[in-house]
């Protein structure tokens, strides 16, 4: 071994009773048999040392008493140096040298280092009585090494803390090569770092983190619906929506077809508003020449009376008052006339005889005072026997129509308008409809259509529109016999006495000149079958005065048939 090197691992001998020097340095030189402090490679004390055990290359402090097994002392923390560097003063130390925890150790002297010596903690005064233990004493008679000490490494965001590597040594000694603890003291303390992070394992750095993170996620959210957003109303700004559609075409249509029908037909059509003392209505008529002259129903001016007011709209929404010429209860028609109108647009007439069932017609009028309303469908029946009216109770006031019927919509105000075929040509005159509650007269069944309309045949209502125009009177074709009304059998009895005390059977009527007697039951009329005397009526008055009619009759059990020809009675 060189003797000429430090003997850091001999034991230290006792204490220097004098203490550090006061020169205000705290340096002065070891003499022989010195303290921890000697460390200078000319320090030869008269006592050789023989080492107990090799060299501790990772430098661990011989803690405790002598022995492997001594138990380490309490950890003791010198004064703390404040952020500012201005010492603060720790625990003293006893004068003996016994650590303030009661561990034993030798009292080494204290210097101050020089000024501005690397080898200080960051202020020009070294801690006062702070203990050290880098001049431990090894234990006598063992090899074995001492207990290792806490190699932990300081906290992550801690500076590491300063290091006495100066020429004084650890001890202020002045020794050439640094201490056994120049390279690392536990007790020395860097001034407080204010960095803003918490300490090591309080948790409020991954507190910020989280907090962090969640703004950033919901920024990140919020951007994407923004963005999104942006972006839709950005495209419906930029894109135009514009949907296909048909180019404009020619206004004409087919003349047979439900749109040139109504074209043709509803300049020719008006619309009636009727007042007359507390009465009021509302139906539909057309033109029949251009005198001004307007068929209607009989219902809808009857409100009017003698006195009332009629004013008619036609449908390009010109208005003119008007006035009856005449009307007739028994067939349900009235003849009403305008003056003073030009360019009037007469409805042409068809034949009634020639429709069939199933032909496709086109009902013109103001349901509900809807002017210029059009609704189509078929023929869906001929001559079915209708009677409406008998609000008098003497009969005078019933109407008896072989109607056609229909199942195009018919409703209240559509009464007195026209019934097209498919060439535009008037076949009928619209007139009643059926309710889902009943039976009814014209315009009964308020409910409105449910496919169930009727109207008169053209063919009647021209004739009796040429008598109303020419006499302001209507002729009925009759039998000459009074009906028993009450008979409940099937066809139409004879009654067995006329009306104020008159024989049932006309005297010269034609009834009797074709040999028909009280209590006979006419079943046919003309080879098709009646039930009652309604539809003994309405077959009749389907017919002109002066027709000739063949009769089936049932008399006493025996069936006979009879001819005769139709005579004329005037409406009252």
Do not use: C
Request: avoid cysteine.
């Amino acid at each position: 071994m060189d003797e000429g090197k430090p003997k850091w691992w001999s034991r230290p001998g006792p204490a220097d009773p004098a203490g550090p020097s006061g020169d205000g340095h705290g340096g002065g030189a070891a003499g022989p048999g010195s303290g921890p402090g000697a460390g200078h490679a000319t320090d030869r004390g008269p006592e050789r040392r023989i080492p107990l055990h090799d060299p501790d290359r990772y430098s661990t402090p011989p803690y405790g008493e002598p022995g492997p097994w001594a138990p380490a002392p309490p950890v003791q923390h010198p004064g703390t140096t404040p952020a500012h560097g201005v010492p603060l003063q720790g625990p003293a130390t006893p004068a003996d040298g016994t650590p303030a925890h009661g561990v034993p150790g030798p009292a080494a002297p204290v210097t101050a280092p020089p000024q501005d010596s690397p080898g200080t903690l960051g202020h020009a005064t070294p801690l006062a009585g702070a203990p050290r233990y880098d001049r431990a004493p090894a234990p006598a008679g063992y090899d074995a090494a001492p207990p290792p000490y806490d190699t932990s490494p300081p906290p992550y965001d801690s500076a590491p803390p300063p290091h006495d590597m100066g020429p004084a040594g650890p001890a202020g000694g002045g020794g050439a090569e640094p201490g056994p603890w120049g390279r690392y003291d536990p007790w020395a303390q860097a001034p407080l770092q204010q960095t803003g992070a918490g300490p090591h394992g309080t948790g409020k750095p991954r507190a910020r983190r989280g907090a962090l993170v969640g703004v950033l996620v919901l920024g990140v959210v919020a951007g994407m619906i923004g963005g999104v957003v942006g972006a839709n109303l950005e495209a419906r700004r930029a894109v135009q929506v514009e949907l296909p559609q048909a180019g404009t075409e020619a206004e004409g249509r087919a003349p047979d077809s439900v749109a040139g029908i109504a074209a043709r037909s509803l300049p020719g059509v008006v619309t009636l508003h009727v007042r007359g003392g507390s009465d009021q209505g509302t139906g539909t008529g057309f033109v029949l020449d251009g005198r001004g002259h307007i068929l209607t129903n009989n219902h809808v001016v009857e409100p009017a009376g003698s006195g009332g007011e009629i004013s008619v709209t036609f449908s390009g929404g010109e208005v003119a008052a008007a006035e009856v010429v005449g009307r007739d209860a028994g067939y349900d028609l009235a003849v009403v006339k305008v003056s003073g109108v030009s360019g009037l647009k007469p409805l042409p007439l068809g034949n009634s005889d020639n429709v069939q069932v199933g032909d496709p017609v086109v009902a013109i009028g103001a349901p509900f005072d809807l002017a210029n309303t059009v609704t189509s469908g078929i023929i869906s029946a001929k001559e079915r026997p209708i009677t409406a009216g008998g609000e008098k109770g003497d009969g005078s006031d019933i109407s008896y129509v072989d109607a056609l019927q229909t199942d195009a919509p018919i409703n209240p105000g559509n009464s007195g308008g026209p019934l097209m075929d498919s060439r535009a040509r008037v076949i009928g005159i619209n007139s009643a409809i059926r309710s889902a509650e009943g039976a009814g007269g014209p315009e009964s069944g308020q409910s409105g259509s449910i496919g169930l309309g009727f109207a008169i045949p053209v063919n009647q209502g021209k004739r009796v529109a040429e008598e109303l125009i020419n006499t302001g009177k209507a002729t009925h074709p009759i039998i000459g016999v009074t009906l028993d009304m009450d008979f409940t059998g099937d066809g139409a009895r004879v009654g067995t006495e006329g009306n104020d005390g008159a024989p049932p059977v006309t005297v010269g009527g034609p009834g009797q000149k074709a040999g028909i007697r009280s209590g006979d039951v006419i079943t046919e009329v003309d080879g098709q079958r009646v039930h009652s005397g309604e539809e003994l009526i309405v077959k009749i008055r389907a017919h002109r005065p002066g027709d000739r009619l063949q009769l089936t009759l049932e008399r006493g059990g025996q069936e006979k048939k009879v001819t005769l020809v139709l005579g004329s009675a005037r409406s009252g």
